[in-house]
């Protein structure tokens, strides 16, 4: 759905958000830039604030050498986002990487929580990924995904996202 004719593109100092402006990818007006702040405060949070280490520059992948955001439909697919590894960088186990997140969060498709808090709890976990990637891009599914979930709590107490995986008592 992204061809060069119908993407956009908005970008802080760390940051750059892709969209598309036509397909069912399409987010909505002003969703790009609600997308943005939040990577803003989520990098300020997990790199400035708890002193991770940031992702890994993509050299010149996505236009530019800022970490990639792209928003997409994945919502139908059973997402709300995910972290990708993009390139292993020296030889080793460090690698850059891009996250994809839901194009909208729209209520109707998340059980009925509000998109600002899904983009919050999601992005927070999908970017903590990124950041993984920049000490061990190799590292066990058990221990990448429960130590996102802890930064989605770190960060986004008040969403409780990971309580639908735990079993009733």
């Not at 991770?52 to 050299?59: A, I, L, S």
């Not at 439909?73 to 390139?87: D, F, I, L, T």
């Not at 061990?136 to 995904?145: G, N």
Request: net charge neutral; proline share 4%.
């Amino acid at each position: 759905s992204y061809t060069t004719s119908n993407v956009k593109k908005k970008y802080s100092a760390h940051i750059c958000v892709h969209w598309v402006t036509t397909t069912a990818d399409k987010a909505p007006p002003g969703w790009a830039d609600t997308t943005l702040s939040q990577m803003n405060k989520i990098w300020a949070y997990e790199v400035d604030k708890l002193k991770f280490r940031p992702p890994m520059t993509d050299g010149q992948r996505g236009g530019n050498k800022k970490f990639d955001v792209y928003l997409k439909n994945v919502a139908p697919k059973g997402y709300a986002g995910y972290c990708a590894k993009e390139r292993s960088i020296g030889g080793g186990y460090l690698a850059s990487s891009y996250c994809v997140l839901d194009n909208d969060f729209l209520p109707s498709e998340f059980n009925g929580r509000a998109a600002l808090a899904n983009l919050r709890v999601t992005a927070a976990h999908e970017f903590f990924h990124a950041i993984q990637m920049a000490y061990d891009s190799d590292e066990d599914a058990w221990l990448v995904e429960s130590t996102a979930t802890w930064m989605e709590e770190r960060y986004a107490d008040d969403v409780n996202n990971n309580r639908k995986y735990l079993p009733d008592s």
